[in-house]
């Protein structure tokens, strides 16, 4: 497993944009397909992005392309959550994951988590 970090959560206007950054330690980061979830009050957590370990490989929920873009720096250990044009329903607790196998909007297929870090858009 590795130990995950969130941090640039925060307030914003709707239109607005935020960087999430999550930065990892442990075991070798560059082998784990890295996602970010989401969690609204009162629902479930749901699948938002993920990246392959190599980062030649993305995949979006249908609510968040074209909006949101992942990156990653295998050198730095982290993997980035650029948010463009935030809008009011994208209010949530952000979590990174870390998995070893291939990726899945499962959550129960991630072994590593974050604490949260939490993006509120007024409207």
């Known amino acids: 497993q590795v130990q995950l970090v969130e941090s640039g959560g925060g307030l914003v206007q709707a239109g607005g944009s935020l960087r999430l950054s999550c930065t990892a330690s442990?075991?070798?980061?560059?082998?784990?397909?890295m996602a970010w979830f989401r969690q609204a009050p009162g629902k479930e957590r749901e699948f938002v992005t993920a990246i392959s370990p190599s980062g030649d490989s993305t995949y979006y929920t249908d609510s968040v392309k074209g909006r949101f873009t992942i990156s990653r720096d295998n050198a730095k250990k982290t993997v980035y959550l650029q948010m463009n044009s935030l809008k009011h329903e994208d209010t949530a607790i952000y979590y990174c994951?870390?998995?070893?196998?291939?990726?899945?909007?499962?959550?129960?297929?991630?072994?590593?988590w974050g604490q949260g870090t939490q993006v509120t858009v007024s409207s």
């Open positions: 442990g075991r070798t980061f560059s082998y784990y397909t």
């Open positions: 994951a870390a998995a070893g196998g291939r990726y899945s909007i499962r959550s129960t297929n991630y072994d590593s």
